[in-house]
């Protein structure tokens, strides 16, 4: 009881056949109805949206504002902005106001055109402002982007059913694929399965003891390992057994990034057909001839497969 | 002894009728007296303080200091300032120096009227150090209005009260309505009643106990449940006990926004008459055709009576 | 052991008679020597000192860039700049040159005057950069200095040794001074005492037992109770005793500020003669009129004498 | 079992001489390999490169964009940029268009030189866009750069093995070397051996148990101190083990700065050849004349030789 678990419904039947929990970049494979466009908050979105959406939306606006207030200028009369090429008219004329305004709104202010009227002159004093509102949250938005923490942990292509002290473990091997620090890193796992109730199907989640959950610090890789005792859900379980169950194994890795100086998440999950039984990771570092540690990143899921077959988990004979 | 919990004046006693703990936004409704100007950080209530109180005071900001500098200028004389329609004359010429002002202070710039003598220069370098540090502070504030982390947690209309385990329980229901993540959810679940002591009032305050208290995700809807058992402040009490006691459940929920990068609150309160007795929740959330998990939501408060009438609450047999 | 403490040198001994060890605005009353200026981080330093010395410094740089380029253009030649009053010769020329360095490193850019040669023009972009560059930091640093978190809690003026069921407890009141919220607020206390050791003296430090060391929200005031129980380091002194020991209540708060979404600390002391001996706080806020609770913020510290002399602590009677 | 723990590959055998785990900078010795430049974060990269690095990639950046709307200026043909010094032809007019392009991109604006056709106003228009969007992200880098959180711990510059109740312990002595405050400091600290096992070698890590592991504040000195007792992995050993062992004590400090409002962790470690046998920190502070404490920051390594010779480390007698 009040043991930090996953509970996305635990008391919810399913009648039919699920794809797997997260997706590949560890967002939940969830279809979300019936939000409210008062549900979207403007930085969140124009934080996380793709690039080319967000210079798209910033273009947009840019081309807008300048039209508007082109506009204003343009109902001010011929007289309000002196300067430019000569006397003009109608499209030409819009199109010097199109580019007083871009001059004005960016605060470039070349002056060949320039404001001659009282109105003018106002609405220009009012049109900088703006610009200069208008970048100030755009430099905000473009700060939020770039320096929006993430992590970039690489997982072992497999997780290994693999001995372990006369019995059996569940292991998978991480590694931080950017050379900045990340510290005190915790690591959550939570196997899920899917059992048959009253006609229905049900999801269960349990999660995984394990030999080790967190390290203070990750220079090298590190290996983390469920070792199946008794207690444990994996218990007497075939491959079989697994696929039955529809079994996915939930990562969530949780570390202080010292550059960012925030706590950054990585979800990562193994479905049943990603377990090879019987497997033994190899280093994916080594001694180099100057004495130094060298670690082969790539390397992570390097694994060898053990002697002897294993088909079934087993708890440490004690 | 030395648990978090909740104690605004335990030992006060009230003599009036009171309204409800927190406002519908979460806020406390509390009214603040004897503060001082000096108790107001300028950032904090400039973050705060609605967009059209922000703007009106960028703008009220931005005509002062143009009236200043304009102020400077027009003292020093009309060969201060060059260019311009023509030579003016009172009104019209101090209307030139505000112009030049706004150019200068948003450093646009255009150049169409140029400081003309040392002193005027000398004001307008400094006027647009002015400016430069002037929309800096602007451009921080916008930053730290448009970025402020906030959740957006969606409640249940009605907390339940739900038959659990051949007793009952108090139930409610969260969602996220956002699409971003959010990790490590907790929920503190404080009970607050008011008794007669001594002809006056108290309040008192009681931490609910949870089946769960935590999630480490949060994709779906999570049903905060406190089991109502034998040491339960709720167990054995009817709708007019609540009633007469002008109960309120009051909810924390504290997550970590994995887009802002920052833990996130969000309360909430059920007063005693916006709990259902003897209900049960219903999915919001179904498999699609596809395969995949949807979300419903709006759905988040969907519930159905359950057979049997429930007027008291009670522990589970046992 | 491996609880937290405060230990600033348990284990040294002091032959001089000490001064209070926190100063009225928390900060530590130590005086450091033998720091080195590596030891500066400049960003630190520029967001902690005084606005008088930021602006200063900001002035001071914005003068010396300007002096320094326009002594670039200077030594370019009367022909670097096209524009301007006149042909200028010696300082009128310097000042040119400056008017110009400052209206290009502020991109103001009026155009009166302007590069009219290939060195010019290229010493006027690196400017504009220098300018762009420069400017930024001040921002970060503005940024850095008016979002920079803080708490305002009001503390009573005087801790009181209050009756505590059928014994004594030392109390003191905190109000948060600003209307925003504070949530998960907690309080840590620690009684430091100079004893006589070996002819020398030695501080001691004992962190007191609180009936309550933290709350979940801060609407109104928290009364912090230590109860004099036999453990307690307070049980059984007198006034008399704790002026020998020169006692001082150190107290550390800490909580999470909704608007700054930070954490914020605050450090208050109390001394041994600003204890009052029996006294009881009276309540801060009442309900009005209309069913509102309303706080008054200023009577954080109003209390009266309870009946009966207290001269001496004592643990409650069991 | 799952305590925090360090672990870069427990059970991994080496088989050449290895250099110290930790540089002197307090990053990991470690080589990495494999990696690809899809891991590159470029906010992460540009925020720790150093600053002539910095600096030279906005310098390369800001002449190669100038050099391309300067190019696409030239294409447009002579009679684009109006103003400037003659009617320019071939290296002339393109260093016009150079300089046109950085009064644009820095948004200087002179307009000496100004755009005179629709297609040029377009271009000038979009770079002055691109000008104000490229130094928002080079201000949001140098705001990352410049408040990067860092703390600046001075350690004594040697390890002791001092007496301490009736056996021995291992100490070492840390103190702010900065005027700022850190909160809530803990101190982690682990010994390294290396174990001959199977022909290679063996690396293994034991979290040393420590006297006080955290401290409230951090104002003077902080002596960490860790018991030898009969659990200790330190307990009966020789100057001579440790250097056969290549013993390494790593030491991770971890603490809240408040005026950066961010948790700062710093990273040590002495060498079985930093060790002193029998030393005693002597203090790096004393109470001066007028009653105030005085820190001296580089006396953090004062110490003296006990009488005595320690040549082999003893739990305490008990």
Known sequence: MNQPS?????????????????????????????????????????????????????????????????????????????????????????????????????????????PNT???????????????????????????????????????????????????????RVVNRRANSLMEMQATVTLMRVKPEDGGKLRSFDVLNLERSSVIFFPLTWTVVHPIDNSSPLNGKTPQDLAAAQAEILI???????????????????????IVWGGKFTPAFHVNGSGDLELEVDRVGAHEQVPGLITQTAAQSS
């Open 118 to 172: 009282t109105a003018a002159n106002a609405v220009a004093a009012i049109e900088a402002l703006v610009g200069l509102l208008g970048f100030a949250v755009v430099t905000g938005l473009l700060f939020g982007r770039v320096s929006r923490p993430s992590a970039r942990i690489g997982f072992s292509e497999r997780a290994l059913i693999a001995p372990y002290q006369g019995g059996t473990s569940l292991q998978f």
């Open 252 to 274: 969530v890795l949780k570390a202080w990034d010292e550059t960012f100086s925030q706590t950054v998440y990585q979800r990562f999950s193994y479905r049943y057909d990603e």
């Open 6 to 114: 996953f509970d996305p419904g635990l008391t919810q039947k399913y009648d039919s056949p699920l794809r797997r929990t997260f997706n590949a970049d560890g967002s939940f494979n969830v279809v979300r109805r019936g939000t409210h466009w008062r549900d979207i908050h403007p930085y969140l979105h124009l934080v996380s949206v793709s690039w080319s959406r967000f210079f798209g939306f910033v273009l947009t606006a840019y081309v807008l504002v300048n039209v508007i207030f082109a506009s204003i200028y343009f109902a001010l009369g011929p007289e309000s902005l002196a300067g430019g090429m000569a006397p003009e008219q109608g499209v030409a004329r819009f199109l010097k106001d199109v580019f007083f305004s871009s001059q004005t709104l960016t605060t470039v202010g070349f002056g060949a055109i320039y």
